[in-house]
């Protein structure tokens, strides 16, 4: 996968649904209401590459994964792209087009 867009810790770069970005710890993604989100959290914790919540506007969503997991949840995919144990993880983020 080549990396177009790498943002850091810039989650606003997020809100279309099309970002990079670096976790380590909680952190909130603001998401654009297309995707069905009123709050979009990620946390990245040693042991657990990702747990990833969100309160989509018909419920609550929950989930972790680990190695190179890729969640689809309300038209939008986050793909680990790289975890280090000792540190956090790259997450690439993109808008589904199915």
Same mark, same amino acid.
């Given at each position: 996968?080549?990396?177009?867009?790498?943002?850091?810790?810039?989650?606003?770069?997020?809100?279309?649904?099309?970002?990079?970005?670096?976790?380590?710890?909680?952190?909130?993604?603001?998401?654009?209401?297309?995707? #069905?989100? &009123?709050?979009?959290? $990620?946390?990245?914790? @040693?042991?657990?590459? /990702? +747990?990833?919540?969100?309160? =989509?506007?018909?419920?609550?969503?929950?989930?972790?994964?680990?190695?190179?997991?890729?969640?689809?949840?309300? #038209?939008? &995919?986050?793909?680990? $792209?790289?975890?280090? @144990?000792?540190?956090? /993880? +790259?997450?690439?983020?993109? =808008?589904?087009?199915?």
């Amino acid at each position: 996968m080549e990396i177009s867009r790498y943002y850091g810790t810039d989650y606003s770069a997020c809100r279309d649904g099309e970002c990079e970005v670096f976790v380590n710890g909680k952190v909130m993604i603001p998401l654009d209401q297309q995707f #069905g989100f &009123t709050s979009f959290e $990620v946390t990245r914790t @040693p042991g657990t590459t /990702a +747990v990833f919540s969100g309160d =989509p506007v018909n419920g609550n969503l929950r989930s972790a994964i680990g190695g190179t997991g890729e969640p689809n949840a309300n #038209g939008i &995919t986050m793909k680990i $792209v790289s975890s280090d @144990p000792a540190g956090g /993880a +790259v997450l690439h983020f993109t =808008p589904r087009t199915d």
